[in-house]
């Protein structure tokens, strides 16, 4: 009995000793072009799926309906995801087929998960894979937009996918080409960016008519670059607009900060009905919560009786979700800006859901540039 | 080292010291100048007697219990033990407690109809004060923060409460402290009887900036403080300086109208103090710091800095040429 004690106590001494010299002596392959024994296959994939199931227990999906989420997450997808996951039209790209494991054609494959473990995925991405996190972890909100447009993947089309994902050459509004030739000859950097700024935001700045997209149109051109130097510092966290503008430099910037402030707003969609909530959210806005200790968003970002900073955003006329979803950003505080975001740091927080979407509403009821400057 | 030594051979003075501050410093409740502080003083010096007779009597018995042999007594001694023990301890508390007793109705008593009736909040961490207008104007009420006026031997009635958690209002040189309580009205009657400039406090720790709640109390002649009181209900005031102007169209531009109100069509929120006439006042951020310049600077660029938890934003992003005009329009204000 315990001469085999003794045996098994040696054995379990020399394994690792012997796993090393054979790690040392180089002879493990690790090429890509070998692949996988079956049985590693089916053991990485077997671990993969349990370790998503189990740690995405608890996530709640928030609603995925909204179309504007659906193609925020298409427009990301395909700058971001499909050259290794393919999309409609080139299922398999070549680069990532040769990637080990090899990536997913995902309509294929979305049925096997649920919601919350296609967001655990997304945001966490997989150990021992290619597939990498989000490029953020604050940016909860982004992630639920690939979800959302995850669900709908499979019933795309390929002309359905490139209206979704406006891919290039696809022409997102007829004004596309004129802005396009106009900024290419005027600075040819910051055209190729530009056509990827008009995937989401448009040629015009009014973002495609859903309202999860800013009114970038009319927006003072110094606040705007002072976004976009945010996105790509990452004080601004983003998983979708820091990978963007992440390569720019100043100058890029600033061309881009211009195009879009000499849009024309347009007019704004009407207000929907909401139960005096327009009006709570024009008493808080412009008078603030004395009570609550809720500063009045009109002396900084409109509509007021004098000069507003031009490093703060004019708010009239900004869609609804957005709104809702930047105010929820300084709540949680993980929104930042330019250098004086901070002062939204110590408002944000006293504000509750409720006064949010009144505030919200009243902003989005505005006729854009109804502010002063 | 050497710092210790000298600290522990100055130890024993230590409590002198302190005292000797309390006395003398900008609020003593020792040196009264009011009547509801001298009450209370009185009665201080009143229980300091007291207790200083019963203390020398304990220290003389002791002594000379010490100091006799066992026998030189007689055998019993009845009144020695019913007096020392019974009679003397009744009659002494009783003789406090009354008088305690008899300075109750002059500390809490109403005040007189037709006085002056100031308003007070306490707010983490400054004081919102309100004088209701002369005329009588409910709606009109002449607001400032942190400092308070009173007219020298008039009574003036405080009505309290509280914006966030209890605070406590004391003036030691004019009148006892007096809890502030979010959703309730507490009042203080207070006769200041000598002019001069005196420091209140918040008595009630409140939250990371308790120990900078001050106040300014100005006692002055009944036309000085009619002066004054009407000079705070007027807009503010116009410029003449360039800088000054600057830092106006700053004060807008920049937003500082979301939370502060300065009459005159400048701004109007009443989630941070009023600095309509605040060049006027004594010192900034509920006495942090100096009324000047340099100071508005300081507080313009860090009030978290100077004053933990302070709800006041940084405005360190602004240019030092930004800064210095607003300091110039605000110190202008007076």
């Excluded at chain 1, 935001?201 to 606040?223: K, T």
């Excluded at chain 2, 900036?209 to 000079?231: G, K, Q, R, Y």
Aim: negative net charge; contains cysteine.
């Amino acid at each position: 009995m315990k001469r085999c004690f003794l045996w098994l106590l040696a054995i379990a001494l020399a394994l690792p000793i012997l796993g090393f010299l054979v790690a040392a002596s180089g002879i493990v392959p690790v090429n890509a072009s070998g692949g996988h024994w079956a049985i590693t296959t089916w053991l990485l994939e077997f671990s993969m799926s349990r370790s998503v199931d189990t740690h995405s227990r608890g996530i709640e999906p928030p609603p995925l309906d909204d179309q504007g989420l659906v193609i925020h997450g298409a427009v990301r997808y395909d700058i971001g995801c499909a050259p290794c996951h393919g999309r409609p039209g080139l299922e398999h790209p070549r680069i990532a087929q040769a990637l080990l494991p090899r990536p997913p054609y995902l309509p294929k494959v979305i049925h096997e998960w649920e919601p919350r473990e296609l967001f655990y995925i997304t945001k966490h991405g997989v150990k021992f894979t290619g597939m990498p996190a989000w490029p953020t972890q604050h940016r909860d909100d982004e992630v639920w937009a690939m979800v959302a447009f995850l669900q709908q993947f499979p019933t795309l089309d390929e002309p359905e996918y490139r209206r979704l994902a406006a891919i290039p050459g696809h022409r997102a509004s007829e004004a596309e080409p004129r802005v396009l030739e106009q900024t290419a000859s005027a600075e040819s950097a910051s055209a190729p960016v530009l056509a990827t700024c008009i995937r989401c935001h448009g040629p015009d700045g009014l973002g495609r008519g859903y309202d999860v997209f800013p009114v970038l149109a009319g927006q003072s051109a110094e606040y705007l670059a002072l976004s976009l130097e945010a996105y790509r510092s990452g004080a601004r966290p983003s998983g979708t607009m820091g990978p963007v503008v992440a390569g720019l430099d100043a100058r890029d910037l600033e061309l881009l900060a211009q195009h879009y402030a000499e849009q024309s707003p347009g007019p704004t969609a009407p207000p929907m009905p909401g139960d005096g909530q327009i009006e709570r959210g024009r008493t808080i806005a412009t008078e603030g919560l004395p009570s609550d200790r809720i500063a009045a968003c009109s002396e900084c970002h409109g509509p007021a009786d004098h000069g507003l900073n031009p490093a703060y955003p004019s708010l009239a006329g900004q869609p609804m979700s957005y709104l809702i979803s930047q105010l929820e950003l300084f709540k949680s505080g993980v929104r930042g800006g330019g250098e004086s975001a901070h002062l939204m740091l110590d408002v944000a927080p006293r504000l509750t859901a409720e006064q949010i979407e009144d505030v919200a509403r009243y902003y989005s009821s505005l006729p854009p540039g109804e502010g002063s400057r | 080292m050497l710092n210790l030594i000298t600290y522990f051979y100055s130890a024993p003075f230590v409590p002198g010291i302190l005292l000797a501050d309390v006395w003398h410093g900008k609020h003593s409740a020792l040196e009264p100048a009011g009547t509801a502080a001298s009450e209370i003083a009185t009665l201080f010096w009143a229980m300091a007697v007291g207790a200083a007779v019963i203390w020398l009597s304990m220290i003389v018995l002791g002594v000379y219990c010490f100091r006799t042999h066992q026998g030189m007594h007689p055998p019993r001694l009845p009144w020695f033990i019913i007096g020392g023990g019974m009679a003397v301890p009744s009659v002494v508390l009783a003789v406090l407690l009354g008088f305690g007793l008899s300075a109750m109705p002059r500390l809490v008593g109403p005040a007189p109809e037709g006085s002056l009736r100031v308003h007070v909040t306490g707010e983490q961490w400054w004081w919102r004060v309100s004088y209701e207008h002369p005329q009588g104007l409910d709606t009109q009420r002449v607001e400032l923060a942190n400092e308070i006026h009173l007219p020298v031997d008039r009574a003036v009635e405080f009505v309290l409460d509280s914006a966030d958690v209890i605070h406590s209002f004391w003036i030691p040189s004019l009148a006892g402290k007096v809890d502030t309580f979010p959703g309730r009205e507490t009042r203080l009657v207070v006769t200041p009887t000598s002019e001069g400039v005196y420091q209140g406090i918040c008595a009630e720790f409140c939250g990371g900036a308790h120990a900078w709640m001050e106040f300014t109390v100005v006692v002055e002649s009944p036309e000085a403080f009619d002066a004054w009181l009407a000079e705070q209900a007027t807009p503010s005031n116009t410029l003449h300086d360039e800088g000054a102007t600057r830092g106006r169209t700053l004060f807008r531009q920049q937003g500082c109208g979301a939370c502060h109100s300065i009459r005159g069509n400048v701004a109007r929120s009443r989630v941070g103090p009023d600095l309509t006439h605040v060049g006027s006042r004594h010192s900034i951020a509920a006495g942090r710091l100096p009324n000047d310049r340099l100071s508005l600077v300081r507080w313009l660029r860090d009030p978290k800095g100077l004053k933990p938890e302070a709800l006041m934003p940084s405005f360190a992003m602004l240019s030092d040429e930004d800064l210095e005009s607003l300091a110039a329009y605000l110190h202008g204000l007076k």
